[in-house]
């Protein structure tokens, strides 16, 4: 359901509760406070910055900052096998979107369209497994994969498919509901054929929710730990993805956080440029369907 | 607008997407290491655990050196290096196993239990000489009367203090007992530093554990059973127990590992520290004590230093499952040369594992009195349920010098009779 | 088309989705409680079935009770803080003021970055010796000294569990601020306006207007924070890998560490968890009349 924002009444917050002045004012006030928080949400990810351009021999340092900045860490970065590493969780994230682009479409256009019978069944079933989390059924996971003998990548490609189907067909089931049937009939009159109301009109308007669903995944796969921890272990380092790489570099006998953090950043500042691009949609999207 | 906007979100998708895959595209290609594949050629899956303190010195470029010579030698046999750091070892591997991923060779810490599998091939499977091998760490690497794990490097443990620190203190001559430990250590405190550094955190607190306990007699097992609450034992801890609320240790040593006390060490930050020969490169890049500043002498028991010290050995295990061994026979009957055992040695101040390679050695100053010892030394217990105790012991035996040993040591008793 | 062939055609839509969810959501869970049953030392390899001897090693494990009651604290105090956070940075967020756009992309980072990154960075800051935010600590006094149990902040059990429960609230504000929001924007205007004739203030607006319209959002985030916050793993696990011991182990946690000893005790546990969420879900859901909340 695509919401429109309505300008909203002035409410004051709880929590801070600032005497009735004149409007601009107010408006400093609270500008001033969501900008202090808005800092403080950055501040950790601005951290792990100043630390990837910490020189090595000042790790051992109590200093907010280094005195010596450096690219070092980023230069030395590749020699560990990262490049690989990037390449094995843009397969994993690129592979899981598409299955999920593949399989969700469907059972969404269908799902928003036909009221068939079991379609409440059907609904409360993604519900459902929207709450079943990979961490919940590890050893599950693992013994049923370590039966089939894929490869690691392809597993994980699968199981993070499955994992975020659930999330897409939500979203999509809601957005093709909201698109009005009217529309794709009158195409079939005009003569385009269920598929071709489908491919010129529908996938068109339901391309926001679409690519929402799509960005939501790739960045789910691309940030996942735990079943790729578990499933891709004894692989060479280049054929682990992003999240077990980074792991990697804990334990050594001086734990690497310049590296660490090098790599952090690689690991994360795409993902934060995808998902700002989706931001909008996210406050409709997420809560469609079950907020009206 | 909609058109617009979805166009948009594309457009910027594609090109963080694109970016990304360039990144990765230039630096793929840089990244080194051998490669599998040829037609014909077998690969060999090698699982190491890494002995170094930083990408200059990481185990990974001492194997690749021995790879990349081995590949010549033998042009149908490639190596595939993964080197894992020492506190995800166990774990890593045990999940490779778990998911039925077995590798070729691992070398790091070996378990009896996957011979009870019947995983392993034996030593003689798969070394020509398998009698080369110490005979001092035959039984740890046996079961059922055959030996599976094969010692690949060794080391022994001794007590390192900051001569500096000491001297500031007014401390006029080397640690021997525990009571001289503990006023060492309390004349340490007092000057802002860590008076002894205790290492139980998960990493290694199975080894801190047992130098303790054999301070006072006792140990894992006695007699091939486990006794791990043994009075001799329970008085360690206790022991240990007032120096952690006399503040004379770090600060919660449970959660401390051996590898963060010793760079503390090295910045000159920790009175004494049990150490062993690995720790000396690490005091040396760290640049701030000179050599006139720390020295090592034996560890200090109840009532006067340890003649019997920890012996460790890291073993290599050969695996079974896929079936490799003529080849992994090639690579292992190669990579046990004594001029590999030694750059190993030389590199990361450990000791050998092969008969020939000590002899060798018996010359060379720094190692000689090590090597000496390495004879009379205690090992870990080798029986199949080591596995389940040690892991079980390193996460939680650091609650011993916090809470009660007795409780403690008693869980792990438990855990240790139950598993077998 | 023949009646019946019509009505199976839905299926052919939904088969691929439900064969993907059948065989790697739901298969799995059949796996997990076959294996609850089985002996499975830490090898994987399976050698039959016990009965219950590994549920009877489970709930006779000492740290079994302990590990509980804190996944319980842990769920609780994070969801109701998270909410309760939420609630405020979304009246905030809802308000027009300059740079509001750029104030909500900030609130996504810790969305976007990975939960493991953010625990990652949590622990070299409050490193004892070196952490930058012992050092700011250091700087205005609150730590005397660097290296003491003081600024241990992660080796002290209690200490280790509050920030951990910091870290786990900071990276669910953002989703849970979202949905608030959303609710938030689908509240008409006029519905304020007429509480403003009737004379309410505006903390009673709130409470008597905003808040029962905000249910369904506030329900929706609650429920999935209960389950994310239950099952989450890499904040724990590398800030503290549950130790000393177990003492800051969920039971999340402590299940993955059975697993590496004891499969099929850990297949157990994660029964057991799994029935847990379950009765948890259900009971808050039935509390909440949920059902006449799910429009159709």
Not at chain 1, 63 to 74: A, D, L, R, Y
Not at chain 2, 74 to 91: C, E, L
Not at chain 3, 166 to 194: K, N, R
């Amino acid at each position: 359901m695509i919401t429109t924002t309505k300008p909203a009444p002035r409410l004051d917050t709880t929590a801070r509760t600032a005497p009735r002045k004149r409007r601009p004012l107010r408006t400093w006030v609270i500008a001033v406070a969501a900008y202090v928080i808005a800092v403080i949400f950055l501040l950790p990810y601005l951290e792990m910055l100043v630390m990837a351009l910490r020189p090595n021999n000042e790790l051992g340092r109590a200093t907010i900052f280094p005195k010596h900045w450096t690219f070092s860490n980023f230069t030395t970065l590749w020699s560990s096998g990262l490049g690989g590493s990037i390449g094995t969780s843009l397969e994993i994230a690129a592979g899981a979107t598409v299955i999920v682009l593949l399989v969700a479409l469907p059972a969404a256009y269908c799902t928003a369209r036909r009221r068939f019978r079991g379609r409440v069944a059907f609904l409360l079933l993604v519900l459902a497994t929207q709450m079943f989390q990979p961490a919940a059924m590890l050893v599950g996971i693992q013994r049923e994969f370590s039966d089939f003998g894929l490869p690691p990548t392809l597993s994980l490609i699968v199981v993070n498919a499955a994992f975020n189907l659930a999330f897409a067909v939500w979203i999509l089931t809601a957005f093709f509901s909201s698109i009005p049937v009217e529309l794709e009939e009158a195409a079939m009159v005009e003569g385009l054929g269920r598929v071709g109301a489908l491919t010129r009109i529908t996938l068109p308007l339901a391309a926001p929710g679409i690519v929402t669903a799509l960005i939501f995944t790739f960045i789910a796969a691309w940030n996942e730990f735990l079943v790729a921890l578990t499933l891709s272990l004894g692989q060479p380092p280049s054929q682990q993805p992003l999240t077990v790489a980074i792991n990697n570099y804990i334990g050594e006998y001086s734990v690497d956080w310049g590296h660490l953090f090098a790599a952090g950043l690689v690991a994360t500042v795409p993902v934060i440029i995808l998902f700002a691009f989706i931001e909008r949609r996210v406050v409709s999207g997420l809560t469609a369907g079950a907020v009206k | 607008m909609d058109k617009k906007f979805a166009r948009r979100i594309c457009g910027g998708a594609a090109l963080a997407v694109a970016g990304t895959l360039a990144l990765a595209a230039c630096s793929s290609s840089s990244s080194g290491g051998s490669s599998s594949g040829g037609s014909g050629a077998t690969t060999l899956k090698l699982v190491v655990a890494d002995y170094g303190t930083g990408p200059g010195n990481a185990s990974a470029k001492y194997w690749d050196g021995i790879v990349t010579a081995f590949e010549q030698a033998h042009p149908n046999i490639k190596v595939d290096v993964t080197s894992i750091a020492w506190t995800n070892f166990d774990q890593q591997v045990q999940t490779m196993i778990q998911n039925k991923q077995y590798p070729d060779i691992t070398e790091g810490d070996y378990f009896s239990n996957y011979a009870q599998d019947g995983l392993l091939y034996s030593a003689s499977d798969v070394l020509s000489d398998p009698g080369n091998l110490l005979q001092t760490f035959k039984q740890q690497g046996t079961y059922n009367g055959v030996q599976y794990g094969m010692p690949f490097t060794t080391s022994s443990r001794t007590l390192f203090y900051d001569k500096k620190l000491f001297t500031q203190a007014g401390i006029t001559s080397a640690p021997q007992t525990w009571a001289d430990v503990e006023a060492d250590a309390a004349k340490i405190t007092k000057m802002g530093d860590v008076g002894f550094g205790l290492p139980l955190g998960a990493e290694e607190a199975q080894a801190e554990s047992l130098l303790w306990m054999l301070g006072d007699g006792g140990g894992y097992q006695t007699g091939g059973k486990y006794t791990i609450n043994s009075a001799p034992n329970v008085a360690a801890f206790t022991f240990l127990k007032g120096l952690v609320s006399a503040k004379d240790t770090e600060p919660n040593p449970g959660t401390v590992n051996r590898t963060d006390l010793w760079q503390q060490f090295a910045q000159g930050k920790v009175g004494m520290i049990n150490g062993s020969p690995a720790l000396i490169p690490i005091i040396q890049s760290a640049g701030v004590l000179q050599a006139s500043d720390w020295t090592s002498v034996p560890i200090a028991g109840k009532t006067g230093p340890l003649t019997d010290t920890l012996g460790v050995c890291d073993n290599v295990a050969a695996f079974k499952p896929n079936g490799h061994q003529a080849q992994i026979k090639e690579f292992l009957d190669f990579a046990y040369q004594d001029k590999y055992q030694l750059a190993f040695d030389k590199e990361y101040d450990l000791l050998p594992a092969t008969t020939t390679a000590t002899k060798a050695l018996t010359s060379d100053a720094v190692f000689a009195p090590f090597l000496t010892a390495l004879p009379n030394s205690v090992q870990y217990p080798s029986n199949t349920t080591w596995a389940t105790v040690k892991s079980k012991i390193q996460q939680t035996i650091g609650l011993a010098v916090t809470g009660s040993p007795m409780t403690e040591l008693s869980n792990l008793q438990q855990i240790a009779t139950t598993a077998s | 088309m023949p009646a019946a062939l019509r009505r199976l055609t839905p299926l052919l839509w939904l088969s691929p989705a439900l064969a993907l969810i059948g065989v790697v959501v739901l298969w799995p869970v059949v796996v997990m409680v076959q294996s609850s049953f089985q002996q499975i030392g830490g090898e994987g390899f399976v050698a039959g079935y016990n009965g219950t001897t590994n549920y009877h090693n489970l709930f006779h494990e000492p740290d079994f009770v302990s590990v509980l009651l804190r996944t319980v604290v842990w769920v609780v105090v994070v969801v109701a803080v998270t909410v309760l956070l939420s609630l405020g940075l979304a009246q905030l967020l809802h308000q027009k003021f300059p740079g509001r756009r750029l104030t909500r992309w900030a609130l996504i980072i810790p969305w976007a970055a990975s939960v493991m990154m953010t625990a990652l960075i949590f622990k070299w800051a409050l490193d004892p010796n070196v952490g930058v935010i012992n050092v700011i600590l250091h700087h205005i006094g609150v730590v005397k000294q660097y290296g003491s149990n003081q600024a241990d902040w992660l080796g002290n059990p209690t200490s280790a569990l509050a920030w951990m429960m910091a870290v786990a609230i900071f990276v669910s504000l953002p989703f849970t601020t979202y949905a608030i929001l959303s609710g938030l924007q689908g509240i008409p205007g006029e519905v304020y306006e007429a509480a403003q004739i009737d004379g309410a203030t505006s903390w009673r607006s709130y409470l008597g207007v905003t808040l029962p319209l905000l249910r369904p959002a506030i329900l929706v985030a609650t429920l999935i924070n209960v389950i994310n916050v239950f099952n989450s793993f890499p904040i724990i696990w590398e800030m503290t890998r549950g130790g000393p011991g177990y003492e800051t182990s969920t039971s999340t946690i402590y299940m993955i560490d059975l697993k590496q000893s004891d499969v099929g005790q850990a297949a157990a546990m994660s029964v057991f968890n799994f029935l847990l969420v379950i009765v948890i879900v259900l009971v808050y859901l039935s509390t909440t009349r949920w059902k006449e909340q799910v429009d159709q």
